[in-house]
């Protein structure tokens, strides 16, 4: 299956972006999202856990480059594929 298959809409599946460093995103898109370093980046203001956005300029203000590094003035965001699940108000 693609990664751009239809969305399932009984399992509540979205689009959501990540923002990140660029090394880390390149170890989420290799490893997945590895929970134990979950607010590690920027904190986890609502507690640890992964933090996803419907907008990307939302997202964008996570994004971090590498100063001085190799990946100097390179950001990262990830477009995520997400099960929602089902919601409870």
């Not at 898109?29 to 590895?34: G, H, I, R, T, Y």
């Not at 979950?38 to 964008?60: R, W």
């Not at 996570?62 to 990946?71: H, N, W």
């Amino acid at each position: 299956t693609g990664a751009f298959e239809p969305l399932q809409a009984d399992i509540n599946e979205v689009y959501l972006w990540h923002g990140t460093h660029v090394r880390q995103g390149l170890a989420i898109a290799q490893n997945d999202f590895d929970l134990s370093f979950a607010g590690s980046g920027a904190g986890g203001m609502l507690g640890n856990g992964i933090y996803l956005a419907e907008s990307c300029t939302k997202a964008d203000e996570y994004a971090k480059d590498e100063s001085g590094g190799y990946y100097s003035g390179v950001f990262a965001m990830l477009l995520c594929r997400v099960c929602m699940g089902s919601m409870y108000y």
